[in-house]
């Protein structure tokens, strides 16, 4: 076999301690200045000195390939946690971008990662099962670096442009660093506590009205909207998008676990998703959980299986009637049920304005001979070039909408055969896989990735949507695992 990522452990040295440190200090130190009321001229100056003494400690001891991957590793280990957490700790504005932990981690990665391929003369990469898939993210990325010639608002296509670098530069770290079923062993648990977290957040927001300040609803105070939930999002549909893809964590949880009491917490945190996905109003993610389920009853599970979920759900609904609580879940059905026929309503409302803005996207795409309006360019053309009323509604409210028009055909093609690529080939590892955790980690995956399908089109845009990135590297990573010969694994 060629070469790979194996890299022998080594002790760490008093010197390499050092180094830990003052990297640490420096990017604490950056953290700390970039909350300061400065200018974004001295954010920026200080943020680029806090890089620069990581890069200089970095050269300054005896540099080792072990030390490095690893403190690579774990820095995108923390980009993906902060991940979750986004822009709602550590805020920084920078005019028409935002600087936070997780694009901060990602920022020292890349040149740590620039750093070590410098020193060592050469990069490794072992990618061969989703080359193809990283030739397109490619591939995409410089298209979109093209587009600007075109785009006629340069300042959104810019901004465009930064969001899917950043997407794509997780997509990549992810899938270099993390290629062990022990790696994607430990994503699946972060998933899963980050889930967790932000259900307990949702719960004190909904119960409370309060939010946090990255909220739009933060000091809101009418009563049918401050206790709708939104997170660490700045609103409900982004909050719902990121829990109906985490769902089938929980789902996947409870059906491999070995005790009841971790079955019932998997079952109990999905049953608390779904109620808070309600609550946000969320009607595309109602569907797209409805369909995850779907799914998983008429494709995964097996008919013991399903006989087995028919008597649990009968003596659930039986024990709710002799204990009185069937009304309250009678209405919590009936809400669902309203949010779901509020669909079919196309004479006003929402869904009025998504059709009309679908059409106006169509309009677009033809005027430009398939090639799009350019990076981030749909809200510029919806304001000034729309012939159908959105009621100033400028975003598509449709990823797959918002690609079209932005990138035009090429892309928008790629990007689906992409993305039924992925869950194929995750659907086939599922089919193929003996080891338990590799069974719950792709069928996570291939739940989560079914129901992006439907919650990609609840937000208005999700290109700086952080969790959906983060959902393709761990399937990246996680078919770049399954492709390899498992005398590679290394853990």
């Known amino acids: ?161 930064f969001f899917l670098f950043s997407g794509v530069l997780l997509l990549f770290f992810v899938t270099y660093y993390f290629h062990s079923l022990h790696d994607l062993n430990k994503l699946f648990w972060i998933w899963l506590g980050a889930f967790a977290a932000l259900i307990i957040l949702g719960c004190w927001e909904h119960l409370t009205g309060n939010h946090l300040p990255v909220s739009g609803y933060y000091g809101e105070l009418r009563p049918w909207i401050m206790y709708r939930p939104t997170g660490v999002f700045k609103n409900p549909n982004d909050f719902a998008t990121f829990l109906s893809l985490s769902i089938p964590f929980s789902l996947v949880l409870a059906r491999y676990s070995g005790t009841i009491s971790t079955k019932l917490a998997g079952i109990g945190t999905a049953f608390a998703a779904f109620y808070l996905i309600v609550a946000t109003g969320s009607r595309a993610n109602i569907l797209a959980v409805l369909l995850m389920v779907l799914f998983l009853l008429l494709f995964i599970v097996k008919l013991k299986q399903k006989v087995k979920v028919a008597v649990v759900l009968t003596v659930f609904l039986m024990l709710m009637v002799i204990f009185g609580l069937a009304s309250p879940i009678q209405e919590f059905a009936m809400r669902v049920a309203a949010e779901l026929s509020s669909l079919f309503d196309r004479g006003g409302g929402s869904v009025a304005v998504r059709f009309s803005l679908v059409r106006n996207g169509l309009v677009f795409l033809l005027s430009t001979g398939g090639l799009g309006v350019g990076a981030g360019n749909a809200e510029f053309w919806m304001a000034k070039f729309a012939r ?79 969790p959906q990135w983060m959902l393709l590297a761990f399937a990246v990573a996680y078919l770049n695992y399954n492709g390899r010969p498992r005398e590679e694994e290394i853990a």
Request: positive net charge; hydrophobic residues 55%.
């Open 1 to 161: 076999m060629g070469q790979n990522n194996k890299i022998p452990i080594k002790m760490i040295t008093g010197s390499t301690m050092t180094f830990f440190v003052v990297g640490f200090l420096a990017m604490l130190t950056g953290v700390v200045f970039c909350n300061l009321d400065l200018s974004p001229h001295y954010i920026l100056f200080l943020l680029g000195l806090s890089i620069a003494v990581i890069l200089i400690s970095f050269s300054q001891f005896k540099y080792t390939p072990t030390i490095s991957f690893h403190l690579q590793k774990f820095c995108c280990y923390l980009a993906f946690i902060c991940g979750f957490i986004g822009p709602a700790l550590f805020p920084v504005g920078l005019g028409p971008f935002t600087l936070f932990p997780y694009r901060i981690f990602l920022l020292i990665l890349l040149g740590l990662f620039t750093a070590s391929s410098f020193i060592e003369g050469t990069i490794v990469l072992s990618m061969g099962r989703v080359k193809h898939y990283m030739i397109f993210f490619g591939f995409w990325l410089v298209y979109a670096t093209f587009s600007l010639a075109w785009a006629l608002d340069k300042g959104d296509a810019m901004r465009q442009l």
């Open 388 to 466: 159908h009323s959105t009621s100033g509604i400028l975003n598509p409210h449709n990823w797959w909408l918002e690609i079209l028009v932005d990138y035009g055909v090429i892309v928008f093609c790629g990007y689906l055969v992409v993305y039924v690529g992925i869950v194929r080939t995750i659907w086939l590892a599922w089919r193929k896989a003996v080891d338990r955790k590799e069974r719950m980690i792709a069928e996570s995956l291939l739940l989560s990735l079914i129901g992006f399908s439907l919650a990609s089109i609840s937000s208005s845009s999700i290109m700086a949507f952080n």
